[in-house]
């Protein structure tokens, strides 16, 4: 069974503090790797999709990362903008249809002026 | 730009009662699915469709109903409601089984059974 863990499950940033994100996964033949973030009240917003190890994507402030075991999302000198939950994703095959994600519990990131 | 469209917002039932989420889309999505969201537990399958006329169970099935009509449309349907599906629902669709394809999100049902 797909299983995908995220921690810490709650993090505390002082504005321009740096940290990362982790999202570690176990799946048969990963096919994608999802990030999303969601804000309280808000369904969950695309950010990136990685597809094999060694790759990278950015935007803005957050990086994200992956390799054969895990992904991580960096937050660099984040702003009180950049708080909101992080969800992690994967899409493995077996998954009969796309739309079927396996979703990871979610890091809650708080940045503090 | 509407994007995944869900009704209603929040919604109050009493136990027993049965009631329909609605989702809707405006992007030709050929898949759609359902998600439950609760409290440490993260986003969890209900069902998904692949077209429309076809639809299978995710990983929490048990006590939801879904029929794919149309393309755009793509209802979920509480039977007997529970207390136990008190939990807030997002609706999602993508443009193909491509693992590439971003998938979208609705603003979320938040539903309460008492």
């Known amino acids: 069974e797909d299983q995908v863990t995220q921690s810490p499950e709650a993090l505390r940033l002082q504005e321009g503090e740096s940290s990362s994100l982790n999202c570690s996964y176990t799946v048969s033949g990963l096919r994608g790797l999802f990030w999303y973030r969601q804000d309280p009240g808000k369904g969950p917003e695309f950010l990136f999709t990685?597809?094999?190890a060694g790759e990278e994507k950015e935007k803005e402030r957050l990086k994200a990362t992956l390799t054969k075991k895990e992904s991580f999302l960096h937050i660099t000198a984040p702003k009180p903008e950049d708080s909101a939950t992080y969800l992690c994703?994967?899409?493995?095959?077996?998954?009969?249809?796309?739309?079927?994600?396996?979703f990871g519990g979610g890091t809650r990131v708080l940045v503090k002026p | 730009n509407a994007g995944v469209t869900q009704t209603p917002k929040f919604q109050v039932l009493k136990t027993g009662q049965s009631m329909t989420l609605q989702c809707a889309q405006d992007m030709n999505h050929e898949y759609m699915s359902w998600y439950r969201q609760d409290p440490g537990m993260g986003l969890r399958l209900i069902h998904y469709s692949v077209g429309a006329g076809i639809t299978d169970q995710g990983e929490v099935p048990n006590g939801y109903n879904v029929s794919r009509s149309t393309t755009e449309d793509f209802p979920l349907r509480l039977l007997s409601a529970a207390p136990s599906q008190t939990s807030v629902y997002f609706c999602?669709?993508?443009?193909?089984?491509?693992?590439?394809?971003?998938?979208?999100f609705g603003e979320g049902s938040w539903l309460t059974v008492v």
């Open positions: 994703a994967v899409y493995a095959p077996g998954e009969a249809a796309g739309n079927k994600l396996t």
């Open positions: 990685l597809y094999s």
């Open positions: 999602a669709s993508s443009y193909s089984q491509n693992s590439g394809n971003t998938i979208y």
